[in-house]
């Protein structure tokens, strides 16, 4: 803190003790607005880090980042209840927040040249070109294998394009708004990042090499296609038709094409595949491969190692399957239809297998298939690893390689996956509803049915459904964690969706048996996609909406140890200290509990902080003073030298009052209740009963009360936060002293923490002093406390004279508590 600041809380303290009172009590109020901002914050990131919640990482920096905010707010305030005592507070932040921003650290992205490269420089430059583009130019190398002429729009081509039109930051603020459990948010936020990526100018010097490539590859008037190739795309993840491909576009709508490939990467079911996938938009850097189109005759995918059951490890047992359709391939991956599928062995010349023939028209398809799994086996080998490709063959019958990449392989594995084994054996007895559907996508689960026409209707969707859908289109990923099962009319192995439902291990089948009238929605059923069948019911041991879980992203789960864990549990430990946090919910927690402590010694024993406080006209023989911070009294009672409860406005003062003026509680009419042990000490007969200095004292607001409560040679201080959020509300509660023998004194205690006890006051004693705590609970119920405790300190002001033994004690707890629950 600087020298100006201490100097001026040394000179309030002395000279304005009213003032460094009205300042700490504001003090206290901004703490726990930020208290309840830190433990919120905190809240979202423990739901993104357990997996209850699925959000854009750029939510996760931004919720961090307020977070560190907000605790830095937090500390101010407690500085300024003390500034001495906490001065430490900000290096104690500064050291957390350092590590946790290195945690979170992403690379900064490159704009440096070349922004273009023709496609056979790119083999082995995934960091450059995209994992899409530099598989196709490694497969180039091949001497069977034939490629389209392509050049490659760079990743660092593709961030200069952002970088010189400042989208980066307009595209974070709609990032992180982004969390999976708000569909329409989601689409929302993705509608305007891909609008700005649209509105964008591509800069001159990218726009004329791009250009002049359009050029090359358009020459005798053919067309273009421009597709996706992510640095993360067709490596470990697949992003399997997640992303955009502009087929058919004329050389000078080059440039337009390239701002859709761009924009792709922020559609919906991209960024939901992106964020389950527990990636940072920093992770996935865009190149843009723009090649000449192929006329094709047909098209589709292969899969070198199609594995004849789920959960098979090798591809011994395995074979190559070939999906097909006429002409382009979109219709085949965006699952649309049902292709053509021909099956070959696994090996140098593969052979035909006799199941799942193709149904083609004329008979040189054999010969190209026969050559296509040759060609798929050729890739494997050079891969070292099975691969899941993309091809088309022209109207001469030469076959065209558009995209390789590795297999993913079906998941989960039975045979590491117990529950699959208990689940087979609860199968056993559910009655069969429909069998013979094309397992797409191996696993079992259940729950209730929901129907919906068209992907765009997902937010509708009930978690853990079985969906039934007309196909497997590639948006059905926007739904993954939504989801139990997916049963679709039509679609194939080979489709988008398919691939990346086989990466989450998401249960699918498909079937043209099934149709919407086939099940009513909420009906449960059991998707066994391990045997293709589908079965009633749906038992509790398959966990009912079990469905899908994502991946947390790994730099959360390395900062969450310096956010979340909660080590400094007891206030009353000499190890309560910020030098022991370790992590920001203890500091949250230490600043807390002091900022409670430091309201709870608000007033001394002499009142010295209280001037401005008005004295309590009452039918009671109490002699107290009030001090109303805001809210405490009513307006009318404004300027009054005396007040009465009827000027009470203050709820906490209210129930306070309500408690310790109960009918139950006796007074005496013959007694001023105020500090007669300071009286004895001080008077000599020189000071009347109505010294300010022997009188209790309560400060008061609209939500808070502070009381100094003085009867006989006993004190008590009650300190009280209460409004509308539990997480902010507390009663603290401290009672020391009396007139009579110390074991009479610690009777009465033992009389107050068993009524405590029974309120759910968590309570310490030592000696002669009892400590309780009540915090965290709701409004109404806090304020029931409240009349407790003024019923308490009433009807036990003088019982230590009366009291000898525990029976005694019994007695009156019983009595006690009767008497409450009657009132």
């Known amino acids: 803190m600087a020298v100006y600041d201490l100097f001026k809380h040394w000179t309030y303290k002395v000279f304005a003790p009213g003032t460094i009172l009205r300042r700490k009590y504001t003090a206290f109020r901004d703490l726990l607005k930020y208290d309840t901002v830190c433990l919120e914050l905190i809240a979202d990131l423990e739901e993104i880090a357990f997996g209850s919640e699925f959000a854009d990482y750029s939510r996760i920096t931004w919720l961090s980042s307020r977070l560190s905010t907000a605790l830095g707010k937090m500390a101010a305030s407690l500085m300024a209840m003390d500034p001495v005592r906490y001065a430490d507070l900000p290096e104690y932040h500064r050291k957390m927040d350092s590590c946790i921003r290195m945690g979170l650290d992403l690379p900064q992205p490159d704009v440096a040249p070349p922004h273009i490269l023709p496609l056979r420089e790119c083999a082995g430059k995934p960091h450059l070109a995209g994992g899409k583009a530099a598989n196709l130019a ?3 190398s091949i001497p069977e294998i034939s490629v389209p002429q392509a050049y490659v729009v760079t990743i660092t081509g593709s961030t200069f394009f952002l970088d010189t039109n400042a989208l980066t930051e307009q595209l974070q603020k709609c990032l992180r708004h982004i969390a999976l459990s708000r569909p329409e948010a989601l689409a929302d936020h993705c509608r305007q990042a891909q609008a700005a990526v649209m509105a964008a100018e591509v800069p001159n010097s990218l726009a004329r090499e791009l250009t002049e490539a359009a050029a090359v590859l358009s020459s005798g008037g053919k067309l273009l296609a421009l597709r996706s190739s992510a640095q993360a795309e067709d490596g470990k993840v697949s992003f399997a038709g997640q992303f955009v491909s502009v087929l058919d576009v004329p050389a000078d709508k080059v440039l337009d094409a390239f701002k859709k490939v761009v924009a792709g990467k922020y559609s919906p079911r991209a960024v939901t595949y992106r964020i389950l996938n527990g990636l940072a938009d920093e992770d996935i850097p865009m190149a843009v491969l723009v090649m000449a189109m192929v006329d094709a005759r047909s098209a589709g995918v292969m899969y070198t190692c199609d594995p004849a059951a789920p959960g098979e490890k090798s591809c011994q047992s395995a074979h190559l399957s070939i999906y097909a359709v006429p002409g382009q391939g979109r219709s085949l991956v965006d699952g649309c239809i049902s292709p053509h599928v021909r099956r070959f062995t696994r090996s140098i010349q593969p052979e035909r297998l006799p199941d799942g023939e193709m149904q083609v028209p004329s008979p040189e398809d054999f010969e190209v298939s026969q050559r296509l799994a040759a060609l798929g086996m050729r890739l494997e080998f050079h891969f070292g690893q099975p691969q899941d490709i993309e091809w088309a063959v022209d109207r001469q019958g030469e076959i065209t390689l558009l995209q390789t990449r590795p297999l993913i392989r079906e998941h989960p594995d039975p045979d590491e996956d117990p529950g699959r084994a208990l689940a087979r054996e609860v199968l056993e007895d559910q009655e069969v509803l429909i069998d013979g559907l094309t397992r797409i996508s191996a696993g ?12 765009f209707d997902a937010k509708d969707i009930p978690r853990g459904s079985v969906l039934l859908v007309h196909n497997l289109h590639p948006s059905l990923v926007r739904i993954l964690d939504q989801v139990a099962a997916v049963v679709s009319r039509t679609g194939s192995r080979g489709s988008h969706f398919a691939s990346v439902a086989r990466e989450f291990g998401l249960p699918v089948v498909v079937g043209e048996t099934v149709t919407f009238d086939t099940f009513a929605s909420g009906r449960r059923i059991i998707v066994d996609a391990d045997r293709g069948r589908i079965l009633a019911g749906c038992p509790t041991s398959l966990a009912l909406g079990k469905g899908f879980r994502g991946r947390i992203p790994d730099r959360l789960e390395k900062i ?4 979340s864990p909660l080590s400094l549990t ?11 946090a370790k992590s920001f919910h203890d500091l949250v927690r230490f600043m807390h509990e002091k900022g409670v402590a430091e309201m709870f010694a608000l007033v001394d024993r002499g009142g010295k902080n209280l001037s401005g406080a008005v004295k309590l006209k009452s039918e009671l023989p109490l002699s107290m003073y009030i001090l109303d911070l805001g809210g405490g009294f009513f307006e009318h009672a404004a300027g009054q030298s005396e007040i009465t409860p009827n000027d009470f406005k203050s709820q906490l003062l209210t129930f ?12 005496s009419k013959r007694l001023t209740h105020m500090d007669w042990e300071e009286f004895d000490r001080v008077s000599g007969g020189l000071f009347i009963k109505e010294a300010k200095f022997l009188a209790s004292y309560v400060v008061v607001s609209d939500c808070y009360l502070h009381g100094m409560i003085r009867f006989g040679y006993h004190f008590s201080v009650i300190d009280s936060y209460c409004g509308p959020r539990p997480e902010n509300n507390y009663i603290r509660f401290r009672f020391k002293g009396g007139g009579a023998a110390m074991d009479q004194r610690v009777l009465r205690l033992e009389f107050i923490f068993r009524v405590l006890d029974q309120f759910g006051f968590s309570i310490s004693i030592k000696g002669d002093l009892l ?4 915090s965290r609970n709701e409004e ?27 029976s005694q004690v019994d007695g009156w707890v019983e009595e006690f508590l009767q008497n409450r629950k009657q009132g």
């Open 570 to 580: 007891d206030p009353d430990s000499p190890n309560f200290r910020p030098d022991k």
């Open 780 to 806: 109404k119920e806090t304020l029931k406390r409240l009349a407790e405790i003024g019923y308490i300190m009433g009807f036990t002001k003088l019982m230590d004279m009366g009291l000898t033994d525990l």
């Open 656 to 667: 306070f009052w309500r408690g310790l003026s109960d009918p139950g509680v006796k007074w």
């Open 138 to 140: 490694s497969s180039a």
């Open 771 to 774: 400590d309780a705590r009540y």
């Open 560 to 563: 969450m140890p310096h956010i």
């Open 444 to 455: 079992i689960a259940c729950g209730p049915v929901y129907s919906v026409e068209a992907v």
